[in-house]
């Protein structure tokens, strides 16, 4: 059975121009009747389609002008908490929603915010993150960035001794390509928004950045309003009753978590939301006035390394710093469990973040993928992306990643699964078989529960993946395979035996 095709879109988003454009969507199949089916489709977009001459329109120029500011995508650290996932690739480039990486994420919201002036600060294995960009946003056969640019700065030595550190944090990594804030390219910048590579949600930075530039603010940040349960997990922010922060606290408990608490109404939550999310968490995300930015990192706090700890906090006893409520779903994907659970909730009835929105769409590169196959197979409540072939099997809750190849009788029930980078041919595959070899996907008569399987993996027949014994953390890479936060992930190009148990 085919189940997955191309349809063509013209509309405008966010003052993009976006013409016979093609869009292709991964299948989104549910248990429920047809009227829930129709409502979970999914969709990406592959930027290879969108027109040549992409054109951000100015509206009211004053103050919202996306011409006059320029966005920073910070790549991360070492990215240690989301390791294995990040054993060989940058935090935003780790695969997510199937067909996706998380700089897609900030890349699309700058396109569908008008903002066309892009830098990228990378530094830890940043090989597959720069060729996914170069691929998805480039000017030969990516988005046509008009009069703006995307450029990637890589982390650099330079000469005299201060110029042999690298990054030494967010701030610092911005303060070592200061020079590129006064240069030609930026001299009609007003104002530079700070953005993480490794969040998921869909925001209009342009609204955030009116918001700035209105309440007459030196930084903004933007916040989520937060409940008794998961507020002490945060940086949390306290506001005067004009949305001027006035303290920080990092993860407070007990008494010093209730001193936190602020009238969330001041920044725009109704009074019974706003009872019940009395805390401001910082997502991360801010804007500076370019003069202020500047000032900051070169001579008002000039060995402060990060923005979150040191930056900020201290700018806002000497500069107007004010909050700015972002009251939508936002997820932080710096640990496995956060990483597993956001994928897995794509698939809910329902969910709470889509990746389809026909007037602000989700970017990603473009693949010249067939449709996936399905034969004989169950699937429940899960995501399947392009190029996969599914043979006589079972997949419950469960995302599974371009060209996936699912085996018969196999049984999948809450996994992850990345997918593979390319297709082994029936031939190759046979003659593997032939050998005791194991081809790339997953073999027949294989269970697997509770799983994130990275690109590339060969799980061989008759392997049972449930780690029944619960265990929290194991590190068993000589097998292939991790074990983190109760979560088992099988290794890039690993490969897991036939009748392995786990």
Not at 332 to 349: Q, R, Y
């Amino acid at each position: 059975m085919t189940v997955l095709g191309p349809v063509t879109a013209h509309r405008m988003a966010g003052g993009v121009s976006l013409k016979n454009r093609e869009l292709t969507k991964p299948l989104f199949l549910s248990s429920s009747k047809k009227k829930h089916q129709e409502r979970g489709v999914k969709m990406s977009v592959a930027t290879g389609e969108i027109n040549a001459n992409v054109k951000f329109e100015d509206v009211d120029l004053d103050r919202r002008n996306p011409r006059t500011v320029l966005a920073v995508i910070l790549g991360g650290g070492a990215g240690t908490r989301l390791f294995p996932l990040t054993k060989r690739r940058a935090k935003p480039a780790v695969p997510i929603g199937g067909a996706y990486r998380l700089i897609d994420v900030p890349m699309s919201n700058c396109i569908n915010s008008g903002l066309n002036k892009v830098y990228i600060l990378t530094q830890f294995n940043s090989a597959s993150l720069n060729r996914h960009l170069s691929r998805a946003y480039n000017f030969s056969n990516g988005v046509a960035f008009g009069d703006g640019f995307i450029e990637v700065l890589a982390a650099t030595q330079t000469p005299g001794e201060a110029g042999k550190k690298w990054f030494q944090g967010t701030a610092d990594a911005v303060r070592q390509f200061h020079w590129l804030f006064e240069d030609a390219k930026a001299r009609e910048i007003e104002d530079v928004v700070i953005l993480s590579g490794d969040h998921l949600y869909r925001m209009d930075y342009m609204d955030f950045v009116q918001h700035h530039r209105q309440s007459g603010a030196d930084i903004t940040i933007s916040s989520i309003p937060m409940d008794d349960s998961r507020a002490s997990d945060f940086g949390l922010m306290k506001t005067d009753n004009r949305g001027r922060v006035v303290s920080f606290s990092e993860k407070p408990r007990g008494a010093d978590l209730k001193a936190m608490q602020v009238d969330t109404t001041v920044l725009g939550l109704s009074r019974e939301e706003a009872e019940k999310k009395p805390y401001i968490a910082s997502m991360g995300v801010y804007v500076f006035k370019k003069e202020i930015l500047l000032n900051v990192l070169r001579w008002r706090f000039p060995t402060a390394n990060d923005f979150g700890s040191e930056i900020i906090p201290a700018s806002a006893k000497e500069y107007q710093v004010k909050a700015y409520l972002f009251n939508d779903y936002w997820e932080d994907i710096g640990t496995i469990k956060s990483f597993f659970e956001a994928n897995l909730a794509l698939t809910e009835h329902p969910p709470r973040f889509s990746f389809y929105d026909e007037t602000k769409p989700m970017y990603t590169s473009r693949r010249n993928l067939p449709p996936s196959m399905v034969n004989s197979s169950q699937v429940e409540d899960s995501i399947i992306s392009h190029g996969c072939f599914l043979d006589n099997c079972s997949i419950t809750h469960s995302v599974i990643g371009v060209r996936s190849r699912i085996g018969s009788t196999v049984h999948l029930k809450d996994t992850v699964m990345l997918g593979a980078d390319y297709y082994e041919t029936d031939v190759e595959r046979a003659s593997m078989l032939s050998e005791g070899k194991v081809p790339v996907g997953i073999g027949e008569n294989t269970n697997i529960t509770k799983c994130i399987i990275d690109k590339n993996a060969r799980i061989g027949k008759d392997v049972i993946i449930a780690n029944s014994d619960g265990v929290q953390e194991a590190d068993r890479s000589s097998e292939g395979f991790y074990i983190r936060s109760g979560i088992t992930i099988i290794l890039k190009n690993s490969t897991i035996g036939d009748g392995l148990v786990i």
